[in-house]
T-cell receptor
Framework: DQQVKQNSPSLSVQEGRISILNCDYTNSMFDYFLWYKKYPAEGPTFLISISSIKDKNEDGRFTVFLNKSAKHLSLHIVPSQPGDSAVYFCAARTNTGNQFYFGTGTSLTVIP | KAGVTQTPRYLIKTRGQQVTLSCSPISGHRSVSWYQQTPGQGLQFLFEYFSETQRNKGNFPGRFSGRQFSNSRSEMNVSTLELGDSALYLC???????????????FGDGTRLSIL
């Protein structure tokens, strides 16, 4: 049972443009959400997180938006750079749980 | 500050053998989780340990087991290896304590296990 879903396996964006990565979840008890970036042959690197009391969190070029009513999470990267080319995973956890649930990832390619 | 360290980085085994993977968390982190990643799949949760106790377990057969030591280092063991066990095994640690709290997990670079 995939509780966190990333329905787009891949995304290509021109350098300098905005990249929007999407994530949907089914468990209404999730209250902490994260995005990770993963390069080949490396482990995932934590990018940005958001708790359910917020609907937006920014960190430099990265902004995460949370729409609780739609059970939808998105990551915006502006402007996109070639070094952003990687696989991006979203993850979620309930406020009482110790387990993180991960999506299947979206492979982002930023074209110079 | 040292990150999460996983050893070995690469491992080749044959069917029927067993294997032990090691994970040293970031200093001060007491929660350690293990994940399996296969091509086309996300990160499949194996188990999570805190203070030497397994708190959560994913939907994997009993051939997959783990433990955590008093210094928070963790090992996972897979017995009677099958071809389908070929995967990247990732370990992650976090500061999260028994009362929870919003702390991210930080990952090691994984152990690439290949079964022949």
């Amino acid at each position: 049972d995939q509780q966190v879903k990333q329905n787009s396996p891949s995304l290509s964006v021109q350098e300098g443009r905005i990249s929007i990565l999407n994530c949907d979840y089914t468990n209404s008890m999730f209250d902490y959400f994260l995005w990770y970036k993963k390069y080949p042959a490396e482990g995932p690197t934590f990018l940005i997180s958001i708790s359910s009391i917020k609907d937006k969190n920014e960190d430099g070029r990265f902004t995460v938006f949370l729409n609780k009513s739609a059970k939808h999470l998105s990551l915006h990267i502006v402007p996109s750079q070639p070094g952003d080319s990687a696989v991006y995973f979203c993850a979620a956890r309930t406020n009482t749980g110790n387990q993180f649930y991960f999506g299947t990832g979206t492979s982002l390619t930023v074209i110079p | 500050k040292a990150g999460v360290t996983q050893t070995p980085r690469y491992l080749i085994k044959t069917r029927g053998q067993q294997v032990t993977l090691s994970c040293s968390p970031i200093s001060g982190h007491r929660s350690v989780s293990w994940y399996q990643q296969t091509p086309g799949q996300g990160l499949q949760f194996l188990f999570e340990y805190f203070s030497e106790t397994q708190r959560n377990k994913g939907n994997f057969p009993g051939r997959f087991s783990g433990r955590q030591f008093s210094n928070s280092r963790s090992e996972m063991n897979v017995s009677t290896l099958e071809l389908g066990d070929s995967a990247l095994y990732l370990c992650a640690s976090s500061l999260v304590g028994p009362a929870g709290g919003n702390q991210p997990q930080h990952f090691g670079d994984g152990t690439r296990l290949s079964i022949l």
